[in-house]
C-alpha cells in the first residue's frame, strides 16, 4: 500500500491498528511541526523515517501471515484429499 510510505497513520487507521494510528499521527504532527521551524529539519526526517519503519515492517508482517495461511490452506486441502473416506 502506497499509504505506508507517505502517510503511515492512515495506513493503520485504514488496518484499524489505533495505537500505532495515534502514535505515528502524534509522531508526523511533530514531524511537520519540527519540519516548518527549519531549524529541526533533521529531528522531523528522523520521526517521519521511523513511522515509515514502522508502517512498512507491519505491511510486510500482514503479507507474510496471509501466505503462511494461504500455504496452510493449501496443504490442508491436499491431506484432506489424501485421507481415505469412509
Known sequence: MIFAVF????????????????????????ALGFAMTGILLPVSIIMWIVAI???????????????????????ATKMA???PKQ
Open 53 to 75: 519503519f514502522l508502517a512498512a515492517r507491519d505491511l510486510g508482517r500482514r503479507k507474510r501471515t496471509e501466505i503462511m495461511t494461504q500455504n496452510a490452506e493449501l496443504i
Open 7 to 30: 502517510i503511515p497513520p492512515i495506513y493503520f487507521l485504514l488496518n484499524k491498528r489505533i495505537g500505532m494510528f495515534l502514535l505515528t499521527s502524534v509522531m508526523f504532527v511533530f
Open 81 to 83: 484429499e489424501k485421507m
